[in-house]
């Protein structure tokens, strides 16, 4: 996969507050890479396929919510 695929692929998590490139990069490996996806996802799930600590977790998947609810209004 090229590096621009990777990009594109996490353009969506990029937008969600907390997320920088080294979250950015963990969520990835994980094949974790569209909101969507995220907001599918329990706080514990979330952490132990990423991991990321839960208390970083519970913060991304509230700025997933509040992301989906924003796009949903607009």
């Known amino acids: 996969a090229s590096r621009e695929g990777g990009e594109r692929a996490g353009a969506n ?5 907390g997320v ?3 979250t950015l990069e963990l969520l990835s490996a994980a094949g974790i890479t569209t909101v969507s996806q995220m907001v ?6 979330l952490s132990e396929k990423s991991g ?3 208390a970083k977790a519970q913060q991304l998947l509230e700025s997933c919510r509040s992301i989906q609810i924003g796009q949903r209004a607009g």
């Open 13 to 17: 998590l990029s937008r969600v507050k």
């Open 20 to 22: 920088g490139p080294k």
């Open 40 to 45: 599918a996802m329990t706080v514990e799930e």
């Open 52 to 54: 990321i600590p839960k």
